[in-house]
């Protein structure tokens, strides 16, 4: 994809501040933000853009009717939902179904082979509950068309999240302020989130597809450890470095997104986990399909069977992919159990660390993997094999480089909430403050030193 990769970000963003800036009025400032969104995801999509606004259109004008309607509401909604959860399947999970009918009724029915346009899973998503929360009477249907398509096509947030919900942002949409100190606080933040993806999680990303493209005979346990490893920081670091770089932009242009990830890999459950690990999509599923399936008001067996459907379509939602649901499956399952057995995790003390650790390293093999059988083979490794070769010494010893062994402590402290720590410390908060923006300029030119030496930057969530 043309915008797939960090350079076009970075040289496209600047251009955009520059001209967004001595735009007079906060119409204009509007009008001029939906004009560059759209070229943004045109210039990637091309024609695909069309399908955003159809999208955008679809939910503006069902939620009017939504509003007016004094019967028929309902299925309005359900119309909507069908929908927009339709424009998704067709997309993104009809080769999928086929697939799966295929194998299952040993039928051949051809595959389409459907383009799948970046970010649809998001777009889709905000419009989703857009229309939903005035169903609700959570929100007025927005009479502004403009308004509408600002919120669903801004393009810091368009193509990999966070997922805003209308409610948040609604009065952002028109009356937003952007201080000299907001925008370099939006700076910092963006320099913060551009350094996690090019200098950790491009480093993580290089070992974990070396190591996940090896054979069988290729694979030693310590090998497959490092490979489950390396994963495990790059998706977070991929993210949650896009995150901080979607919450800096939108802070340069006066919006206040909330915060996606909060170090999850401190957390002490799955369940805290989860409260942790891309939020807006969290609390998304937990307000449009968790509690309207009855959340946990209906008894355990209904509550934990509530869980499991949610974690279904959260991993459903990651791809079109069993490994995806697997993956989703397998923390609803944990994630169950610890409601079972509240006890028992909270004997473990320090050790629940530990066991949150494993069980999300374990699961992310399974998400990363290309199908169930190299994850069943991966996990095997990990777990059994003990043999050690010529082929398994020499592919261990081809990832033992420099830049990642340095790399990989600095994975773990940053994915850790050190500076949380310093901050709570009273008198350290304002020289932190101060040592940050110092920082920020070498982490900016180390990113832009990478970036000029290498081509290794698409980013793991755009194609969710």
């Known amino acids: 994809m043309a915008f797939s990769s960090i350079p076009f970000l970075c040289a496209f963003f600047p251009v955009v501040v520059i001209l967004y800036y001595p735009t007079p009025s906060a119409k204009l400032k509007n009008c001029f933000l939906i004009l560059v969104s759209l070229l943004f995801y045109a210039y990637g999509e091309g024609i695909y853009v069309l399908l955003m606004l159809a999208c955008v259109c679809l939910n503006y004008l069902t939620a009017r009717w939504i509003e007016h309607s004094k019967k028929g509401k309902k299925i309005l909604l359900i119309l909507a939902i069908i929908l927009n959860l339709g424009v998704l399947g067709v997309y993104k999970y009809a080769g999928m179904i086929i697939v799966t009918v295929n194998r299952i009724a040993g039928s051949e029915i051809s595959v389409p082979a459907f383009h799948l346009p970046i970010g649809i899973s998001f777009f889709v998503f905000q419009a989703l509950s857009y229309v939903i929360d005035v169903y609700r009477n959570k929100v007025k249907a927005d009479k502004s068309l403009i308004r509408i398509l600002l919120y669903i096509s801004f393009f810091p947030q368009l193509i990999a999240g966070p997922i805003i919900k209308y409610h948040d942002i609604s009065t952002q949409l028109d009356k937003r302020e952007v201080s000299l100190h907001q925008s370099c606080q939006g700076i910092r933040r963006f320099i913060i989130g551009l350094s996690k993806k090019v200098l950790i999680a491009n480093t993580m990303g290089l070992t974990a597809d070396y190591v996940f493209s090896l054979q069988y005979e290729e694979l030693g346990m310590l090998l497959a450890w490092v490979g489950a490893i390396a994963y495990f920081f790059q998706i977070y670091f991929d993210f949650s470095g896009y995150s901080d770089m979607a919450i800096g932009?939108?802070?340069?242009?006066?919006?206040?997104?909330?915060?996606?990830?909060?170090?999850?890999?401190?957390?002490?459950?799955?369940?805290?986990?989860?409260?942790?690990?891309?939020?807006?999509?969290?609390?998304?599923?937990?307000?449009?399909?968790?509690?309207?399936?009855?959340?946990?008001?209906?008894?355990?067996?209904?509550?934990?069977?509530?869980?499991?459907?949610?974690?279904?379509?959260?991993?459903?939602?990651?791809?079109?992919?069993?490994?995806?649901?697997?993956?989703?499956?397998?923390?609803?399952?944990?994630?169950?159990?610890?409601?079972?057995?509240?006890?028992?995790?909270?004997?473990?003390?320090?050790?629940?660390?530990?066991?949150?650790?494993?069980?999300?390293?374990?699961?992310?093999?399974?998400?990363?993997?290309?199908?169930?059988?190299?994850?069943?083979?991966?996990?095997?490794?990990?777990?059994?094999?003990?043999?050690?070769?010529?082929?398994?010494?020499?592919?261990?010893?081809?990832?033992?480089?420099?830049?990642?062994?340095?790399?990989?402590?600095?994975?773990?402290?940053?994915?850790?909430?050190?500076?949380?720590?310093?901050?709570?410390?009273?008198?350290m908060k304002p020289l932190w403050e101060a040592v940050s923006y110092i920082i920020s300029i070498p982490l900016l030119l180390a990113c832009m030193a990478s970036l000029a030496g290498g081509t290794y930057n698409p980013f793991i969530y755009f194609r969710f």
């Not at 790399?407 to 410390?425: H, Q, T």
Request: with cysteine; aromatic share 18%; net charge positive.
């Open 249 to 427: 932009m939108g802070r340069m242009f006066g919006f206040h997104f909330m915060e996606n990830f909060h170090y999850p890999y401190a957390a002490s459950s799955i369940q805290d986990f989860w409260r942790r690990w891309h939020i807006s999509l969290t609390g998304w599923f937990r307000e449009y399909l968790y509690i309207p399936l009855g959340g946990n008001r209906k008894g355990e067996t209904r509550t934990w069977l509530n869980r499991l459907v949610v974690f279904f379509f959260t991993g459903l939602w990651h791809g079109a992919s069993w490994t995806f649901v697997l993956w989703g499956l397998f923390h609803g399952m944990f994630l169950t159990l610890e409601t079972i057995f509240p006890k028992m995790i909270k004997r473990l003390g320090v050790l629940r660390h530990v066991y949150v650790l494993l069980i999300v390293c374990t699961g992310f093999v399974i998400f990363r993997a290309d199908s169930i059988e190299q994850a069943g083979m991966l996990l095997e490794v990990m777990f059994t094999k003990t043999a050690w070769t010529p082929a398994i010494e020499a592919a261990t010893a081809s990832i033992c480089n420099l830049l990642f062994l340095t790399m990989l402590p600095v994975a773990v402290v940053c994915s850790m909430p050190v500076l949380e720590w310093i901050k709570g410390m009273g008198r």
